[in-house]
């Protein structure tokens, strides 16, 4: 059942792909019969669509990489986070992929996560530091199933592809807006006649229009597809876990989050499992987010309390949001059985703001091969990889600690 929907957003990723790649093509036209009159248009669509290819070969090879590297992710290894890596691997088997996804923690105080890479046999899943030190087991599977399931659905290759489009048309109009404001308005003066001038003029309009346009409409057809892969998402990380309000309550506690999230970018924003902006209000940011209202989100898995199963997924959403024709092919829910949702099996995690804020830092800390030392008197001693001395004193009781046995060292 799991292949139809695969199978449909493979669909859907080459029909995104091939409009974007179009808003690219039509921009270069324009750009090219400005910069280039009077058939300039056609060196703008070749070079258009060489920056088309190589972008594709990019976002295949390498665009996992550039995306970690934008959100300022950092590779860690089990020893960081024990727990974490323990999560990813449980929701690995669940999920059947063939290799364990590599494990990345971003330095942010604002709960969050996401899923990039080419494929199953080679995925990332990122999550920031105070999501880790925010949440419970139970919540943090929630959330890792969630990423998985981008994974399994092969939503990855079409986030990390699109991105880079993306990021390629806002780059490519943001270099001629600002080519116009310095460049006193191309080359439209080069017409030889009056009518060739006039004409010169209304390309450059048209230009500008789209140079402004392109990335919101590149912007929109992201949004019209990855909204529904969020929903398929949450439905297969429901599957995996067998726990609804695992993801409902991680949920809650991202959508409850205060802090500015500020690794994130437009191209970027997509990826994550919540609107990474905070905006002028949550509800401004749910309706300007490709992401579906949080809250929305919430009332689904909520109403999802006697079945874990694809089938109780459809009949909540159809429920909350009053649409018959659900989210899941019917062809995805033929011979799909009871799942009835398991018990809770962690409720605890450190609520107060300066508990999560320092969890935050010491999972940071960890993941720069920070040395922990915990003295007698109750201190915990934070020593950073560059520090050589011998021997440290505790600030608090005096007690002075040997390094020679120092991990590391």
């Known amino acids: 059942m799991i292949w139809e929907l695969i199978r449909a957003n493979r669909r859907r990723s080459v029909t995104l792909f091939l409009m974007m790649g179009l808003v690219l093509v039509a921009l270069g036209y ?34 996992n990489r550039i995306l970690l590297a934008l959100s300022g992710a950092r590779k860690v290894t089990p020893d960081v986070h024990p727990q974490l890596f323990h999560v990813v691997e449980e929701m690995r088997l669940a999920g059947g992929l063939p290799a364990m996804p590599e494990v990345y923690i971003i330095d942010e105080q604002a709960p969050n996560a996401f899923a990039t890479g080419r494929d199953p046999s080679h995925s990332a899943v990122a999550v920031t530091a105070g999501l880790v030190a925010r949440l419970n087991r139970d919540e943090l599977q929630g959330v890792v199933a969630h990423e998985v399931s981008h994974v399994m659905n092969r939503d990855i290759r079409f986030l990390t592809y699109a991105g880079i489009m993306l990021g390629t048309v806002v780059l490519i109009s943001e270099i001629y807006l600002r080519g116009m404001l310095w460049g006193g308005g191309g080359r439209y003066r080069s ?43 949450d439905a297969s990380a429901v599957r995996l876990t067998r726990y609804p309000a695992g993801l409902a309550s991680a949920l809650e506690k991202i959508s409850a989050n205060t802090v500015e999230m500020k690794s994130a970018n437009k191209v970027t924003a997509p990826l994550y499992i919540a609107n990474p902006f905070l905006g002028k209000g949550r509800k401004m940011a749910d309706l300007t987010s490709t992401h579906p209202p949080i809250s929305e989100r919430i009332r689904i898995l909520r109403s999802m309390m006697h079945d874990a199963s694809f089938n109780g997924y459809q009949q909540a959403y159809a429920s909350v949001r009053g649409d018959a024709e659900g989210i899941i092919p019917i062809s995805g829910l033929r011979d799909e059985k009871v799942i009835v949702p398991r018990e809770a099996a962690d409720t605890g995690k450190p609520e107060d703001v300066r508990d999560v804020r320092r969890d935050a830092g010491d999972i940071m800390m960890r993941a720069g091969n920070f040395t922990f030392i915990t003295c007698d008197c109750g201190l915990r001693l934070k020593l950073p990889p560059d520090y050589r001395l011998p021997r440290v004193k505790c600030p608090r009781c005096g007690r002075v600690h040997e390094l020679d046995q120092r991990p590391g060292k």
Not at 205 to 220: D, R, T
């Open 191 to 233: 017409g030889s006649s009056k009518g060739s001038g006039q004409g010169q003029i209304i390309m450059m309009v048209l230009a500008v229009a789209l140079a402004v346009l392109a990335p919101i409409m590149a912007q929109l057809l992201y949004f019209a597809i990855s909204r529904k892969r969020e929903y398929l998402a």
């Open 30 to 63: 324009l750009l090219g019969s400005v910069f280039f009159p009077p058939d300039g248009g056609f060196i703008g669509v070749a070079i258009a669509l060489i920056i088309w290819l190589v972008q594709a070969l990019v976002a295949r090879y390498s665009g």
